[in-house]
Nanobody
Framework: QVQLVESGGGLVQAGGSLRLSCTAS????????MGWFRQAPGKERDFVAA???????DYADSVKGRFTISRDNAKSAGYLQMNNLKPEDTAVYYC????????????????WGQGTQVTVSS
């Protein structure tokens, strides 16, 4: 089992920045790929970014160039730096862990955090 806890969400104006953190406990964090997904009201949970166990990264087109995913295996933590935020980035952001880095499907992730709200005002 892996327990994931997100933090760092909040309210920010368009053009601003936030940094989300995901702290893992339980089984060895380094054995899992990590991803960030988001879900807006009435919509499906969408892929945002992923980072593999070896550090490879993947981004949704909508966030490429604005968001940066990273991980610190020594701290069993992952991060999502979000810059130049837009109102359409408003959603609950979820941290997830799994073993299928190349998949962008939420159903392929094994463990989930509880989510953190990000609200971007125009």
């Amino acid at each position: 089992q892996v327990q994931l806890v997100e933090s760092g969400g909040g309210l920010v104006q368009a053009g601003g920045s936030l940094r989300l953190s995901c702290t893992a406990s339980g089984r060895t964090f380094t054995t899992y790929d990590m991803g960030w997904f988001r879900q807006a009201p009435g919509k499906e949970r969408d892929f945002v970014a992923a980072i593999s166990r070896s550090g490879g990264t993947d981004y949704a087109d909508s966030v490429k160039g604005r968001f940066t995913i990273s991980r610190d295996n020594a701290k069993s933590a992952g991060y999502l730096q979000m810059n130049n935020l837009k109102p359409e980035d408003t959603a609950v952001y979820y941290c997830a862990a799994g073993v299928n880095y190349s998949s962008r499907y939420a159903s392929d992730m094994t463990y989930w955090g509880q989510g953190t709200q990000v609200t971007v005002s125009s």
